[in-house]
Structures are given as C-alpha cells and as structure tokens.
C-alpha cells in the first residue's frame, strides 16, 4: 500500500477510481521540419484524420452534455475542422514543415485574425488555441490535454489546476481533487471549495499513480492511500451520511452562547450570489468583481459593469453586499489594467494600485457601482484590495465619497495595513482581512507554490498575529469599525472559530463552507473561541496551533471536518 501525506484544503472522505490530468501539450520546436521518410501529402492526410478525430470526440462529449458546456463543446468541435486551420496548416506542409508545427503556427495565425476582428470573434480565439492543442496530442499519440472525460465518477489527480479548468471541470463527474503542486490558497484549494469537493494538494508524487488506481482521499486530514483498506472503505461510507447532514445553513451565524458572526459569501458574479443566496448566506462578504471580467481585454463600459453588479445585489436585497474593486495583477491579470512583463507581479502594480498606472479605471467603476446600488435594495458596501498605508486608505474613501459611495473600506491582506490598521481604519468605515495574500505577503512565500504549503497557512501564529493587531486596531478607533475576514482561512471551520476568537465581527467564505462553519461556530462559546484564539497565537507554529485547536473541537472528527 503506498500513501501520500499533503494538504488537506477541502474536507471529506472518499474512495474512488484515479484519473490523471494530462500534461500541457509542449510547442512543436519553431523550424521542425517533416520527416523525409513522409511525403508531404501523407503528413497533410495524417493532420485531418487528427482534426476529424478530435472532431469526433468532441462532438461526441457535446452529445451528451447540457447547457453552456454543451454549446462550447459544439462551438470547439467545429473549429476542429475549420477549413481555414486546416487549408493554412497544409500549405506550410506542403513547403516543408512538419505536421505538428504546421498547425501550430497555423492556429495561431488564425487565433490572432480572429483576436483582431474583436467581440464575438475574439471569443472564439481561444477555441482555435484548444483545438490546436489537441490535435498536436493526437498526432503524438498522446492523452487530450485539459480535464479528462469520463462516462463514470473519478478522482482527478493533476499537477495543479488553473482557473479556466473550472470551466469544464463537471462536478456531478469528479469525486474529489488531489494535486502533487499547488498551496493551500492555490486555485485548486479554491475550485474544490468552491463546488464542495474533497482535496488535497501539495501531495508530491501523487500524480505517479497510474490511471484507474483506486484511491481513498481524506480532504480534512490531507491524506491519500492507493488500495484502501476496509477501514478506509468505512470511513468513506461514514462521510457520506455525515455530508448529507451537513447540507444545511440557517442562515443564522452565531456561537453556542449566541453572540452574532453573520456568515456571508465569496462570490464572482450573479450565478454564484444567486446560489449563495440559496445556500442560506447572510449577504456578501466579497464580491470580486475582477472575476466578471477576466476575459476582457478592454475595459467594460460603465452601463455593461453597472449591470454586471447589480445583478449580484439583486441577489440579496435588503443584505449587506461588500463589493471589491477590481484586484488585477499577480494571478489575475486583466489586460488593460496590468503589465504582463512585469518581473515579480505579486509585489507589482496590483490591486488599488493599478489607480498609479491607469487613473480613471477606478472613478468609473465606482460611478457604475453607484449607478448599481441606486438602482438596488442591496446595502452595498465598497472596498479597495491591496491597501498598504492610510493615505491610499484616505484616497479611496475621498474616491467613493465623490462617487456618492457612503460606505469605503479596505481589504487588509499587506502586514503594513495590518500593523498601522488604527491609522488605516481611521479613514474608512471598515476592514476586510484577505488572509489568502496575507499570509503570502507574511510569510514571503508564493501562494500558488506547492513546496511552500508549509509556510503558506494561515494558520501561522505570525498571521493570527497580525488578525489580532487590525482588531485591535479597529478597537483603538473606538471599535465601531466592523473587522471580518474574507479569506480562504474563513471556510475552515476550526480556524474560523479562532478568528472568531480573535473578535472579527464576520466571515466569508465559498458557499459551500457555511453549513459546515455554521454547525461548528455553534458549538462553541464566545468565551471558549477566545480562550482557543489564545492557544492558537501561543503555538510555536503552524501545526501545533492546528493541532491544537482541533484536538479541544472533537466535533470536528465527528463530522469528518
Ligand atoms: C480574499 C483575498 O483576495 P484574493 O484571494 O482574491 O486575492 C485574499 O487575498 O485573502
Ligand atoms: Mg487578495
């Protein structure tokens, strides 16, 4: 029996068979000539029974699929044989060029025509990018890149995931995530939340298992074992019945003794509010509106961004609804606001302080927030990511005040916001703690890197810390300047206890995560939160302040959490 220890990112326990992710198809080397054994008409005969080949599967997964999947699946299975692509890539042949470099620089040739035409058109580039890829995998003999389809359920196993893989990743197919790269506020560790699966990430040597291996996954504990023993099998079984009872949130966030920590939700758009809504949220605690429009490579115009907002509050009228301004840079780059030369972007111009780079982006989105929020019954409250001092605190406030904006905040996720947070927060009406980048920016460790799984938890007492400082900042001003978190350290339920502890006033977190941070906040009192926020910032690290934590909350083994 072979077993993995990573980082368990999402809980729950499960057994099932394993299907790897492929690896990214690699670029044909530039110049690679055809064969000499192959004729060029033989080499451009080999390219379409590739085309139609991938045309074929394509079509096939879109027979079977519904909704938007569906219509991108048919849209991508035609440009499998467009006869452009294909008459461009036979002409290169024809003078020399190997198969695969043919289509690749065929596609792109076209990708950048149809990037040029612009709206619709520009959409389908991407397509064109897709289908290349697969079509060099098929002519190298090679697995689809991209999340493998399957008739039956399975564990993904992969190297990492990126955030267009959410696209088509269908979870009623995959059981849970597990990855051998990738952090604990990776986009893997975000995805798998996000829909409710279990994962683990950072499992080094994982994706050597092979294909169709059975596997059991343990989300909470961040363990993997191949050919699971019947205790595991049991174990598996137990989660099931325990998931069901944790399918529910009252929508009524509070401890044991009944002091209120409303339980909103992190959410990219409309569909996502309108789900968290359902899920019984108390309101939005981040809205990143950079989300709606990461594909975007101009800037959307007021009336398109007013809509897109409005939307989200119309999903909780009457609630409190935390708007974020646009966070571009570092892994979400947009276009038009961020440089993608830039040598070190995390610590780049990212975030508010895009307004240094591109002024007037800012002021006309608040002018469409404003135009939203008048336009809605939602209490709309607006904060700017990547705050580092009182003056750009100041800023912004004086920014959302012309704007007609009455409620400014920032988000503290820089440790200088947290350790001057009296000073930060005497110009706005309120924080938001982005654990996810502070503990990055703490630490000095890539959120996004596997190997630094360790350093980048939020479980580190230096990160507690700083929580601490920026509640006592917040009290220093008088303590009527509400403190919550919006980070990924919200949706652990053992974690959100000790913030809660540490006196945040609300937590975010991925719908998903309510039930299960509502049913264990209220198993607790007020005071034993704070006294478990104390054991935790007395820990000499991270894992014992887990460890800790976790062994005083026996619930959470109860629960499988
Ligand atoms: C909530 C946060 O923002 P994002 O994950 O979007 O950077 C954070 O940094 O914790
Ligand atoms: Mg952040």
Known sequence: M???????????RIVGPVRRMPKAVTEPPSGERLDPAITAEAAVAGLKTAAQSVHDGLKARADIATG?????????????????????AAKLINAGTSAERAIWEAAASVAEMLHNLGGYMAERATDVLDVRARIVAELRGVPAPGIPSSETPFILVAEDLAPADTATLDPAKVLALVTSGGGPQSHTAIIAR???????????????????????VDGAAGFVAVAPSSEQRAAAAAWAETSATLAGFDGNGTTA???PVPLLANVGGAKDAVAAAGLGAQGVG????????????????????????????????GKKVVLRTLDAGADKPLPFLTDATEPNPALGVRGYRTDLTTPGVLERQLEAIARAASESEADVWVMAPMISTAAEAARFASLCSA?????PGVMVEVPSAALTAAAVLREVGFASLGTNDLTQYAM????QLGPLAELNTPWQPAVLRLVQLTVEGSAQEGGNKPVGVCGEAAADPALAVVLAGLGVTTLSMTARSLAAVGTVLKTVTLEQAQELARLALS???????????????????????
């Open 403 to 407: 704007a007609g904006l009455k409620t």
């Open 286 to 317: 981040l809205f990143r509106t950079e989300f709606c429009f990461l594909e975007r490579d101009t800037e959307p115009s007021v009336d398109e961004q007013a809509a897109a907002y409005k939307a989200v509050f119309d999903a909780f009228p």
């Open 68 to 88: 938007d999947g569906k219509a991108v699946l048919e849209a991508t299975a035609l440009m499998a044989r467009d006869t452009m692509l294909l008459k461009q």
């Open 444 to 447: 000095a460790a890539d959120r």
């Open 539 to 561: 820990a000499p690290g991270a894992t014992e302040a887990r460890e800790w934590v976790r062994a005083k909350l026996p619930v959470l083994e109860e629960l499988g959490l």
């Open 257 to 259: 003794d009944g002091h």
């Open 194 to 216: 996000s829909l409710g699966l279990p994962a683990v990430v950072a499992a080094h040597g994982v994706d050597e298992v092979a294909d169709g291996s059975e596997i059991y």
């Open 2 to 12: 072979q077993n993995f220890q990573g980082v368990g990112v999402s809980p729950g």
